[in-house]
């Protein structure tokens, strides 16, 4: 901070040695995924998880967080306190039920006036917006376009990949497209998850545009706060069984059919957990209905276990009671259930695709394997299966993995100096224009504000400088 130095406070009297400032309030935009919804029906999953953890990890740190989604029962509640700080907002977008993602696009122009109705009446001011995934991004823009508001935006999905193999690509695919282009070229950031997710953005969106790589986070502590021996007590497990553990919604892209067709020609005895469950009206439902054909097909209906929907809270140990976790999907932008079966210690076997490459280190803390071929998956399972020694060293390795690279509140931290670096200098420009700054320091700081090689450190000393002028409590001399 070269600039800086020549720059000293000199108090006026008083101690000022706390950090005075107040925390910012930020708003996390989740259209389709209600962070307080119950994970594993239909419509909620990785992205679910990903706001809400967010959103209590910034309230942690000692920001407001609003997370804004859509209401989709009359009955719901239009705010839930998650925890001091962090609160659910549920706004009226389109009729109050489940409408899958694939239709709401005519109902988010509704959103953004609920948006900017619930911020009049209340008078919350937000800092910057973060939106999730393509529906959000666009009421993302509109914000940003009539309030001027930082934007961030996570993918969670991208549509060029979602329906680059398909030969009839539905209506929206087009406007999906049109949306995620515009997205990566006008916010002020994007965060990928994953390499793998930059790429597909550079090589299928745009050139344009900023991306950061932060990986999703867990809380590493729930996920390991069980162990095997306990975990299959709680379960009716009985202690020398081999389980096979699948995560997630019942959809063609997870790829089950592979998973079962692979079990069925395993030389020795398992037994096949399937955790997830489904709504009798929705198309997880048919989904779930075919694979348990399947499963009757192959003979496999007196090793399956169709769990059903598991709470978050019971999670943990069914995550610890398997000897391998499988993540067959066909697209995985992250792979967030992969990193929570490391983190309980359960080596995982998952396709090689998208950022299970990344989240997952083939040979270290499990398998990769191709994607859709049953036969490579049946060798990679029985190869873990007959090896406890193996199956331990991953499982040592994928634990200190998880722990040193995908905590909550690690990812929290990386999030975190993002906002500040956006929404530093709307803060300054603000205090630049009611405050006497004189001509030589303002262009000291507007020189320190375009510097692209600011230090995470050197920001808050920045926003520390700058805060305590505002509030009159220090004076700028030169030296």
Known sequence: ?????????????????????????????????????EIGKEGAGGQNIYVRELGLALAKKGCQVD?????????????????????TIRLNAGPAKFIPRTELFEHVPKFVESWLDFQQRTGRNYALIHTNYWLSGWV?????????????HT??????????????????????????KAILEQTDCVISTSPQ?????RQLISQKGRIKVIPCGINTEHFSSVSQKIARQKLGISPNAQIILYVGRFDPRKGIETLVKACAALPNSFQLYLVGG??????????????QALVKKLSLEAVTVFTGRISQAQLPAYYAAANVCVVPSYYEPFGLVAIEAMAAGTPVIASNVGGLQHTVVHGKTGLLVPPGNHHDL?????????????????????????????????????????????????FVQEVIQTHNVTPNLEKQIQTLLKSKALKPNEIKALEKLVDSFSKGTVQ????
Request: glycine share 6%.
């Open 476 to 479: 700028w001399v030169k030296n």
């Open 278 to 291: 489904s709504r009798e009206d929705g198309a997880d439902f048919q989904e779930q209905q075919r694979i």
């Open 197 to 201: 997710e930059v790429d597909d953005l």
């Open 155 to 180: 993918y969670h999905s991208i549509g060029a990949v979602k329906y680059h193999d398909e030969q009839n690509p539905p209506k929206i695919a087009e406007i999906r497209h049109c949306v995620e």
């Open 1 to 37: 901070m070269n600039n800086l130095v020549h720059l000293s406070l000199v108090g006026s009297g008083e101690n000022h040695t706390s950090e005075t400032h107040s925390q910012p309030t930020y708003a996390l935009i989740s259209v389709h995924g209600d962070p307080t919804a």
């Open 67 to 87: 997370m804004f989604t859509r209401r989709e029962h009359p009955n719901q509640a239009e705010i839930v306190e998650l925890a001091p700080g962090c609160r």
């Open 140 to 152: 993302g823009l509109q914000l940003k376009t009539q309030l001027g508001l930082p934007q961030v």
């Open 378 to 426: 049946t060798r990679a399972m029985n190869n873990l299966l007959e090896n406890p020694s193996l199956r331990q060293f991953y499982s040592n390795a994928a634990h200190h993995w998880v722990q040193s690279r995908f905590s909550t509140q690690g990812v929290a931290n990386q999030v975190y100096e993002l906002y500040q670096s956006l929404t530093l200098s709307t």
